[in-house]
């Protein structure tokens, strides 16, 4: 796994999604100018906003490298169910399914925490650096 303290200050700067095998690929590139390449699978859950010409990063948070308080993986699944507006698509009772999906390590939570420019999250089966 990369270094995720070489991701602060990192760009994102290309995303691949494949829906044929539901996989998502975000490539960072890190301050020391190196690319790092964050590949999520089984992905059930996706969301990007605010991408443009420039996209830093100031945390990547996730389930596979460190712990996140139950309500804190709450809000980032709300934010990946809801629409740009705030609108909710998803009913309390499946957000709570999610959480404890991610909670009990069946499937894992990214979220992109942006200094500037997009804000991304995502619920995979398996994340890990290509």
Known sequence: MTDLHSLHDAELFALRHDLSDDTVE???STTEGRDAVLLMSGVTRF??????????V???????WQDM?????RSYVSWLSATTDGEQL???????LI?????????HCVFLIPSWGCQLGAIA???GWK
Request: hydrophobic share 35%.
């Open 99 to 107: 959480v404890r999906d991610v909670l009990e390590g069946r499937s």
């Open 69 to 73: 308080h139950p309500e804190k993986l």
């Open 47 to 56: 969301r990007c906003t605010d991408f443009g010409l420039q996209n830093v």
């Open 90 to 96: 998803t009913m309390p009772e499946e957000i709570e």
């Open 125 to 127: 089966a398996k994340v």
């Open 26 to 28: 975000c490539v960072f």
């Open 58 to 64: 100031l945390e990547l948070v996730g389930t596979p």
